[in-house]
C-alpha cells in the first residue's frame, strides 16, 4: 500500500513559478513509477509528467515540454514537478500518482495510487 500526499500548489501569476511536491509512505516507494496528471474542470485528467525508479523520464506532453520537469528523491520519498513559465491554461487540480505496472506510463489505468490532488491556478 502506498500513500501519497501532495503540497506546493497555489495561485501565481501566468509567466510565474510553483514546485509541487508529493510525499510517500511505504518502503517500496523506490521501486514505483511516478506520475503527474492534472485535471481542468469539465475535463479529462490527462498525463503530465512520469518518472521511472532510476530516474528515467517519459517524454513530456507537448503542453509542458520546456516548462515542467519531474524528478525524485528516493532517499525522500519524495517526488517534485518544477512548473516554470506557467500560463493560465496550466489551472487545473494536479494529482501524484504511483503505478508498480509496466504498462503504458501515459494511461492513468496503470496507476494504482492517486493523491488527493493539488489546486493549481494561474491568473493572467
Known amino acids: 500500500q502506498v500513500q501519497l500526499v501532495e503540497s506546493g500548489g497555489g495561485l501565481v501569476q501566468a509567466g510565474g513559478s510553483l514546485r509541487l511536491s508529493c510525499a510517500a509512505s511505504?518502503?517500496?516507494?523506490?521501486?514505483?513509477?511516478m506520475g503527474w496528471f492534472r485535471q481542468a474542470p469539465g475535463k479529462e485528467r490527462e498525463f503530465v509528467a512520469s518518472i521511472n525508479w532510476g530516474g528515467g523520464v517519459t517524454p513530456y506532453p507537448d503542453s509542458v515540454k520546456g516548462r515542467f520537469t519531474i524528478s525524485r528523491d528516493n532517499a525522500k520519498n519524495t517526488v517534485y514537478l518544477q512548473m516554470n513559465s506557467l500560463k493560465p491554461e496550466d489551472t487545473a487540480v494536479y494529482y501524484c500518482?504511483?503505478?508498480?505496472?509496466?504498462?503504458?506510463?501515459?494511461?492513468?489505468?496503470?496507476?494504482?495510487?492517486w493523491g488527493q490532488g493539488t489546486q493549481v491556478t494561474v491568473s493572467s
Open positions: 500518482a504511483a503505478s508498480s505496472g509496466t504498462g503504458s506510463a501515459f494511461s492513468r489505468r496503470e496507476y494504482a495510487y
Open positions: 511505504g518502503r517500496t516507494f523506490a521501486t514505483f513509477r
